[in-house]
């Protein structure tokens, strides 16, 4: 009987190299989060300036919303 070492028993195998399909969808991937990354990054800054332009805007009296609806009455009557 041969005798068992490590070697013989338990082989390395190295990691199986990248395919074609693997590379594309490895790059493929980083491209969509860094879209996603950016688009999330432009919705908040957007959001943001909205939210901080109407904390700036002063209310809308009754006044002026009554008079810019018969401004729309009156033009759709012509």
């Known amino acids: 009987m041969t005798k068992l ?3 013989n028993v338990f082989k390395a ?3 199986k190299p990248e395919t074609l399909m693997d590379k594309t969808t490895r790059v493929v991937r980083k491209m969509v989060d860094e879209d996603s ?4 990054v432009k919705i908040t800054r957007l959001r943001n300036a909205r939210l901080e332009r109407e904390a700036n805007t002063p209310p809308e009296t ?3 919303a009554a008079s810019k609806s018969r401004r729309r009455k009156a033009a759709t009557t012509r």
Do not use: D, F, L
């Not at 990354?37 to 999330?40: F, G, I, L, P, V």
């Open 37 to 40: 990354e950016k688009r999330r």
């Open 62 to 64: 009754k006044a002026s």
């Open 13 to 15: 195998y190295g990691s």
């Open 5 to 7: 070492k490590k070697t």
